[in-house]
């Protein structure tokens, strides 16, 4: 965790230095620089990540981060509302933990903390939160290493990565993914959402889905149909990491009420 692979640069989202109101009072965007701003000079030779914190509907959020955003977007894209969009209620409030963008059962509070970066996601009305983005976690990652950002003008030769880190609290399960062949709980393991014929014997699986539960009753739908890299309480301990090779990632947050135990009980 502290050392980076030789082959690997690494760059965090370090503070949130901006926030922007939409238009329509549904959603906050987030200027997130890679190094804490004190003086101008720090604002030099450094990336910045746009984070879109959006009410989807009822109880979802969406979160996109974003590092250069003229990007090709690759298609396809899941359908997520056949029927049409559901009305729901949002709102946007200011208090002295931060700014919140509620949406229906769920909330998320973006730290006032002078160069902090940290948001929370937490039942509307309540301060308990269900699991948050903090320091270093939302990053992005170059392959092969380089040292002059100059380098980037050229990304050909480059593969580049978004990724984030959901905390995850003590005694806490995960489950979903679709089919798998591991423990009913993912703590532990490394997952790649990816339908390949792998034959028996074989963590492989012909019908991943990108959605996971947790048994704190959120629920997190990864919104890309590319290859996607999770490590469940593996390489962080406290954390879900998921990754994607490209410019954005978007995951949508879920809470409805909390869910009795998913463990099931040896027998």
């Given at each position: 965790m502290w050392l980076v692979a030789a082959d690997k640069r690494i760059e965090y989202a370090e503070e949130v230095y901006d926030i922007t109101r939409g238009a329509d009072e549904k959603s906050l965007r987030l200027l997130c620089p890679t190094k804490r701003i004190m003086s101008r000079g720090d604002t030099l030779n450094l990336s910045t990540l746009q984070i879109d914190i959006e009410a989807a509907f009822d109880g979802v959020l969406s979160v996109e981060v974003t590092h250069w955003s003229g990007a090709a977007r690759r298609k396809p894209d899941f359908d997520l509302y056949p029927d049409g969009k559901p009305d729901?209620?949002?709102?946007?409030?200011?208090?002295?933990?931060?700014?919140?963008?509620?949406?229906?059962?769920?909330?998320?509070?973006?730290?006032?903390?002078?160069?902090?970066?940290?948001?929370?996601?937490?039942?509307?009305?309540?301060?308990?939160?269900?699991?948050?983005?903090?320091?270093?976690?939302?990053?992005?990652?170059?392959?092969?290493?380089?040292?002059?950002?100059?380098?980037?003008?050229?990304?050909?030769?480059?593969?580049?990565?978004?990724?984030?880190?959901?905390?995850?609290?003590?005694?806490?399960s995960v489950h979903g993914l679709g089919e798998r062949f591991g423990g009913f709980n993912k703590i532990g393991q490394s997952v790649q959402i990816w339908n390949d014929d792998g034959g028996t014997s074989s963590d492989q699986a012909y019908k991943n889905i990108s959605f996971w539960l947790s048994s704190r009753g959120y629920g997190v739908f990864i919104d890309t149909p590319d290859l996607i890299d999770l490590e469940i309480g593996s390489e962080r301990s406290c954390r879900v990491q998921t990754s994607v090779e490209g410019q954005r990632l978007k995951c949508k947050f879920s809470y409805n009420h909390p869910l009795p135990s998913l463990e099931v009980p040896l027998t």
């Open positions: 729901f209620n949002s709102s946007i409030t200011d208090g002295s933990k931060g700014t919140t963008l509620s949406s229906g059962s769920l909330s998320a509070t973006v730290s006032s903390s002078e160069h902090v970066f940290r948001i929370g996601f937490h039942p509307t009305g309540e301060s308990k939160e269900l699991t948050a983005l903090q320091d270093r976690s939302v990053g992005l990652a170059y392959s092969p290493a380089f040292i002059n950002p100059k380098a980037t003008e050229d990304m050909t030769q480059m593969k580049h990565y978004v990724f984030t880190q959901t905390d995850l609290g003590v005694g806490e």
